[in-house]
């Protein structure tokens, strides 16, 4: 059964700062995985997927990588800004599980003016 | 604006009540879930539809039943609720539900209480 694990499950930091939350799961075999924004009381935005056979993916001040053997990935935020505060979800969905999403329990982030 | 549309944002209900949770996805999508986010734990899939046919349940107690009219509209009713099922029940669309390569797009969610 996959499991998927988010390290920190908080984070504060001051304005500007670079930082990296990370996420790990135990099942490589593994088709895509997404990075999520959560803001508080609110529905799920999409920030990032990467495909299994990709390394990384940018957006903006946002980059995610994935190493599919080692179970792990990792986003980066440049230039924080205290708009970023929300919680960050990680999810993967498997190779033979179709749509399915598991989803780790998320970082809470806050960054400080 | 995601494309996806909840109702009720906010809902309280006691345990005898009878509710209903209503979706509309307005992405032309094929595929439409439910899921369940509790505090403190990860999100859990409840239910799949895909052209109005559900393909998955995971063990979800029989006080919730889902509804899917049509692809575009998913509904949940709830009746003789617990307390433990107050949570945020979030609703998600994608084009297909048969592979991961589908990404999918979140409501706002409804925001459960259950005295």
């Known amino acids: 059964k996959q499991e998927v694990t988010q390290i920190p499950a908080a984070l504060s930091v001051p304005e500007g700062e670079n930082l990296v939350l990370n996420c790990s799961f135990t099942d490589s075999a593994i088709y895509n995985l997404q990075w999520f924004r959560q803001d508080p009381g609110k529905g799920l935005t999409s920030l990032l997927l990467i495909q299994s056979s990709q390394r990384e993916q940018t957006s903006g001040r946002l980059n995610a990588s994935l190493d599919k053997s080692s179970g792990r990935s990792t986003l980066y935020i440049a230039a924080s800004q205290p708009g970023d505060s929300a919680t960050y979800l990680c999810a993967v969905s498997g190779e033979t599980s179709g749509s399915r999403l598991t989803f780790g329990e998320g970082t809470q982030l806050t960054v400080n003016p | ?115």
């Open chain 2, 1 to 115: 604006e995601t494309g996806v549309t909840q109702t009720p944002r906010h809902l309280v209900m006691g345990m005898t009540n009878k509710k209903s949770l209503k979706c509309e996805q307005h992405l032309g999508h094929n595929a439409m879930y439910w899921y369940k986010q509790s505090a403190k734990k990860p999100l859990e899939l409840m239910f799949v539809y895909s052209l109005e046919e559900r393909v998955e349940n995971n063990s979800v107690p029989s006080r919730f039943s889902p509804e899917c009219p049509n692809s575009s509209h998913l509904f949940l009713h709830l009746h003789t609720l617990q307390p433990e099922d107050s949570a945020l029940y979030l609703c998600a669309s994608s084009l297909h539900h048969w592979t991961g390569s589908y990404e999918q797009y979140f409501g706002p969610g409804t925001r459960l209480t259950v005295t």
